[in-house]
C-alpha cells in the first residue's frame, strides 16, 4: 500500500505540473506512453540527454513533453522508475477527479462486455448524481455476481458472499438448536 500512496503523492505533482503548464490530457497521454517503457531505457535516454544535452533517442520518450521526460527521468533517478506504471494510473484518476468523474471498481467473475460496462456506469451516475467510470476488473473466486467498490464503499453482490452468509445462518441456527 506503501507504493500506492508513493505513486499517488507523485501523480498530483505531476497533476500541479501539467496544470500549470496547461497539458491535462497530454501528461495523461505521455505519462500512459512512458509507463510501458523499460525503467532502465529511460534511465539510458536521462544519461544520454544529460551528458549531451541533447534530446534522447527516437521512439516513444522523443514523443513525450520535455517536463514529463524530466519527471520520470526524475522518478527513474530515485529509483521508482517500477511506480511509473501505477503513477500514471494514479494521474489518470486525479485528472478524472479533476473533471468530476468518479471511479468504481467492478470485479466480476467474467470479463464484463462493453454494454455491461456503461449500463453499470450509468446506474451508479444515476444514483449518485455525477458520473462515473468502471474499473472492471476479473476474480473467477467470487464465482458470480458483482463486487462494487466507490471510494471506501463496498457492495459486495457476489456468489461468494452469498454463500459465506448462508453458511453463518446454518452455522448459527445449528449453535442455537
Not at 503548464?21 to 497521454?29: G, I, P, Q, T, V
Not at 516513444?60 to 511506480?83: K, N, Q, T, Y
Request: charged letters at 25%; a negative charge; aromatic letters at 6%.
Amino acid at each position: 500500500m506503501i507504493g500506492g500512496k508513493i505513486a499517488e503523492a507523485y501523480a498530483r505533482f505531476a497533476f500541479e505540473t501539467a496544470a500549470m503548464a496547461n497539458r491535462l490530457e497530454r501528461w495523461r497521454e505521455d505519462l500512459l506512453r512512458l509507463s510501458r517503457v523499460d525503467p532502465q531505457e529511460i534511465s539510458a535516454a536521462c544519461r544520454q540527454m544529460e551528458e549531451r544535452n541533447e534530446p534522447g533517442p527516437a521512439g516513444p520518450i522523443s514523443e513525450c513533453l520535455p517536463s514529463v521526460v524530466d519527471f520520470a527521468c526524475a522518478l527513474v533517478s530515485r529509483g521508482r522508475g517500477h511506480l511509473l506504471p501505477d503513477v500514471a494510473a494514479a494521474y489518470a484518476r486525479v485528472l478524472d477527479e479533476h473533471y468530476g468523474l468518479s471511479h468504481a471498481e467492478v470485479v466480476s467473475a467474467v470479463p464484463l462486455d462493453q454494454d455491461t460496462v456503461r449500463m453499470i456506469e450509468n446506474r451508479l451516475t444515476s444514483i449518485a448524481g455525477h458520473a462515473f467510470v468502471v474499473d472492471a476488473r476479473v476474480d473467477p473466486s467470487i464465482v458470480g455476481g458483482l463486487v462494487v467498490r466507490v471510494g471506501d464503499r463496498v457492495i459486495d453482490r457476489s456468489v461468494r458472499a452469498r454463500l459465506a452468509s448462508l453458511r453463518q445462518d446454518l452455522l448459527t441456527s445449528y449453535e442455537a438448536g
